[in-house]
């Protein structure tokens, strides 16, 4: 069969690339076009565009570049009605996908398949219209999502396991390498433990984070500050933050730098599970705009409790949040240092990763995906 996938950013890509690869091995004629990246394309098939000439955050780039968004979206429609796949499987990336979901829902009767739901529970809730109306089938890889659409909305989805648990669990299982051989690779130095920073993928949470980041982290001199390098970040961009200051940067090897890291500082998303998955004490940091406000409405109108997917896996802060007013240097060292060896909160955060580990269960998801969204095709076939 024919699968067309669309993603928008780095975490996509990769989660799209191993449910290709399980697709693949649950339909022997798996043939696969995409928007998508580098990891998608090495699983196979032909890529329209890379997701780099979609993503765009923020208010003021999404305009600059409505053009070409439009341009885009115009050309995936074209693109998809012509190629005329099984399926379209969207992954994550919400504004865009909705919107193809959308088109194809009006115009084509190619079935819809969501692959990693998007967080209406969070913002927007009222995008479960368009996705009750769009959609043909729902994948979460986040158990509290379940009760959220099935019990609140009265919207059946597939819960198939967490993908980042698998990768986690597949990363430790296969390396082997010692701190002193990692840091020999690395060019970091053999006698200092790390502190990893993990600043977010995409440009401007790198701006509003890393700064204040690297100021907190610098202040624990028996430690080495490591950035973690986003695969869809140029060298050059990190330059002028970590020009004068100890930091190294380690590109394309987050999992081995949470392997041998001490503790971390990580902005909110998928980066916090992973790091929680690793043991590794985390303070999340996340800086907006009028934090004041934001506290405010963070408190009277979204309605979710937490930002960071371990807090809301546990159902409790298991790891501190520190956002909008409680971005501050004073607050974030408070917490680093409470995380580190020593500190009054590090086992209990250990302890906490341990109930979000269980939640998350050991089901391999992509491959339970590709299986449902088989079968569930091959049903299709049978009707037709």
């Known amino acids: 069969m024919k699968y067309y996938l669309i993603v928008g950013e780095a975490s996509g890509d990769l989660h799209a690339s191993h449910l290709m690869s399980s697709l693949a091995k649950a339909d022997a004629g798996a043939q696969f076009r995409f928007i998508g990246g580098d990891m998608m394309r090495a699983v196979g098939g032909t890529m329209l565009r890379h997701y780099r000439e979609l993503a765009y955050m923020g208010f003021v780039p999404v305009l600059l570049h409505l053009r070409t968004i439009f341009r885009n979206m115009a ?47 969070a913002w927007k809730e009222w995008r479960i219209k368009a996705i009750k109306r769009d959609v043909d089938s729902l994948f979460s890889i986040l158990p509290f999502e379940v009760p959220f659409f099935e019990q609140k909305h009265g919207y059946p989805i597939n819960y198939v396991g967490n993908p980042t648990a698998d990768e986690v669990r597949s990363f430790k299982e ?12 690395n060019g970091l130095q053999q006698d200092k433990p790390v502190i990893a920073l993990l600043a977010g993928s995409r440009k401007q949470e790198i701006k509003d984070n890393l700064p204040m980041m690297i100021r907190a982290a610098s202040q624990f001199t028996d430690y080495q500050m490591v950035l973690a390098g986003a695969p869809s970040i140029d060298p050059e961009y990190y330059a002028p933050f970590i020009s004068g200051t100890n930091v190294r940067v380690v590109y394309n090897d987050t999992y081995a730098l949470l392997s041998h890291a001490t503790a971390a500082l990580v902005t909110s998303g998928t980066a916090t599970l992973e790091t929680a998955l690793f043991g590794v004490p985390q303070a999340v940091c996340y800086r907006t705009p009028l934090p004041r406000l934001m506290r405010w409405a963070f408190n009277h109108i979204i309605k979710c409790r937490y930002i960071s997917l371990v807090n809301l896996i546990a159902d409790r802060e298991v790891v501190p949040e520190l956002f909008a007013d409680r971005f501050t240097l004073e607050v974030i060292s408070s917490h680093l240092r409470d995380i580190l060896p020593g500190g009054s ?6 302890s906490g990763y341990g109930d979000v580990a269980d939640k998350l269960g050991n089901t391999v998801a992509p491959d339970n995906a590709a299986e449902i969204m088989v079968n569930q095709l091959k049903q299709i076939r049978e009707r037709l």
Not at 84 to 108: Q, S
Not at 174 to 185: A, K, L, V
Not at 345 to 350: G, K, S, V
């Open 75 to 121: 050309l995936c429609k074209e693109d998809i009605v012509c190629w005329k796949p099984d399926v379209v499987i969207l992954v994550d990336y919400p504004g865009f996908n909705l919107d193809i979901a959308k088109f194809l829902h009006a115009r084509t009767s190619i079935p819809v398949y969501y692959y990693i739901s998007p967080k209406i529970w």
């Open 174 to 185: 296969s390396y082997n390498e010692t701190f002193g051989e990692f840091c020999q690779r």
């Open 345 to 350: 909160a590090r086992e209990e955060m250990l």
